[in-house]
């Protein structure tokens, strides 16, 4: 029996457009095309209001279109969106079968207070509770499911596809090297971290490019760059905001190493993308990143450790390439055995049959 054959219909509930370009919108994006080529009708439902922590309309979105749906209707919700909404999963888990997609618990977001955290951990735990089963981007996302409750029997970890790319070159001639960053410019992902850390390192030759919208959390973006302008890293740090692919694959084949200061990560496909081009990573060892970045790809410090930050950074910029050379070649190793993302649809079609039966 062919995955069309056992699922034909599919909704996949969203919040907000599904274009949009973090890395969790471009993994269901991707999840949606796969199935749909796979010949799964899937319905995408895009819902108005604020989240994760939902306004008004948010919970009418969510409510109606839960309510529009038949009975029996397999339904597949972003966490994103029905991680702060327990109350519509539970009215309706009797008579759909309801799906999770988790990328990453809303109680691991960097700069909730101890109040908000327990909040949206319980609020969190109570939606995925009438859930048929919880597909993640990581097997460390699956095993931290334990925590909300969730059995292990009941959860799939399906990883993000890679594309294979051509190893990136670095920038021409004469220039130095470039350090690149993808990533929303959020509390989360560490920019302040990272800007700190260049500081300590301002004497060695670098230019630091940072792509990813300046939107998402405008007050903590706004206070990164006063930082990059008070530290006189101004002509040397650029924020371009965000991206599409192809100028993505452009800004990563030029560049001499990745670097992501984040907390937490559910996976880090922007870390995945940085292997599969032969770039030496500098990252962090929040949530899964020391899952997605292998040892001898990269050098991992704890997340808002700037000083260790500034130590790995300056051993990579330093006039001794070899190091470089030889994380970058391990990278490519790595990377030649991660999913392409006709895989991952493969894979998370066949985790969909799997919970839903």
């Keep these: 029996m062919t995955h069309a054959e056992l699922h034909?219909?599919?909704?996949?509930?969203?919040?907000?457009?599904?274009?949009?370009?973090?890395?969790?919108?471009v993994y269901d994006a991707h999840m949606v095309a796969g199935l749909r080529e796979m010949g799964w009708?899937?319905?995408v439902h895009n819902l108005d209001g604020s989240f994760p922590d939902p306004d008004d309309t948010a919970v009418d979105a969510m409510n109606a279109t839960l309510e529009r749906l038949p009975e029996g209707a397999l339904v597949l919700i972003d966490g994103l969106a029905m991680g702060g909404l327990p109350?519509?999963?539970?009215?309706?888990?009797?008579?759909?079968?309801?799906?999770?997609?988790?990328?990453?618990?809303?109680a691991e977001e960097t700069g909730l207070t101890e109040a908000q955290r327990q909040s949206f951990f319980e609020r969190e735990r109570r939606a995925l509770a009438p859930c048929a089963g919880v597909l993640v981007s990581s097997r460390f996302s699956a095993e931290g499911l334990e925590a909300y409750g969730v059995p292990a029997d009941r959860v799939r970890a399906v990883l993000p596809?890679?594309?294979?790319?051509?190893?990136?070159?670095?920038?021409?001639?004469?220039?130095?090297?470039?350090?690149?960053?993808?990533?929303?410019?959020?509390a989360r992902k560490g920019h302040d971290?990272?800007?700190?850390?260049?500081?300590?390192?301002?004497?060695?030759?670098?230019?630091?490019?940072?792509?990813?919208?300046?939107?998402?959390?405008?007050?903590?973006?706004?206070?990164?760059?006063?930082?990059?302008?008070?530290?006189?890293?101004?002509?040397?740090?650029?924020?371009?905001?965000e991206r599409d692919p192809e100028?993505?694959?452009?800004?990563y084949h030029g560049a001499s190493l990745f670097v992501l200061a984040s907390y937490y990560e559910g996976y880090g496909m922007a870390l995945a993308e940085a292997l599969a081009r032969g770039l030496p990573v500098v990252s962090t060892t929040g949530g899964a990143i020391p899952h997605t970045v292998p040892a001898d790809a990269g050098i991992l410090v704890a997340p808002g450790d700037v000083d260790g930050l500034g130590d790995?950074?300056?051993?990579?910029?330093?006039?001794?390439?070899?190091?470089?050379?030889?994380?970058g070649e391990a990278a490519r190793r790595h990377a030649s055995a991660l999913p392409s993302w006709a895989e991952s649809a493969e894979a998370f079609a066949a985790a969909i049959e799997e919970l839903a039966t």
């Excluded at 596809?161 to 959020?186: D, M, N, Q, R």
């Excluded at 100028?247 to 800004?251: C, K």
């Excluded at 950074?313 to 030889?326: A, Q, V």
């Design 8 to 25: 034909p219909e599919l909704h996949v509930v969203v919040p907000g457009p599904l274009e949009q370009r973090t890395g969790g919108y």
């Design 312 to 327: 790995a950074l300056g051993s990579l910029l330093g006039p001794d390439g070899t190091t470089r050379l030889d994380l």
């Design 193 to 241: 971290v990272l800007v700190s850390a260049l500081e300590r390192v301002r004497d060695l030759p670098w230019r630091l490019i940072c792509a990813g919208s300046l939107d998402r959390d405008r007050l903590h973006a706004d206070g990164v760059l006063r930082q990059v302008d008070e530290a006189g890293l101004a002509d040397r740090i650029d924020f371009i905001g």
């Design 247 to 251: 100028h993505l694959g452009e800004l």
């Design 87 to 106: 109350a519509p999963i539970e009215a309706h888990g009797g008579r759909l079968r309801i799906l999770s997609l988790v990328h990453h618990p809303l």
């Design 161 to 186: 596809g890679t594309e294979s790319a051509p190893p990136a070159i670095g920038p021409g001639p004469g220039e130095p090297p470039e350090l690149l960053c993808v990533a929303s410019v959020t």
């Design 41 to 43: 009708g899937v319905h």
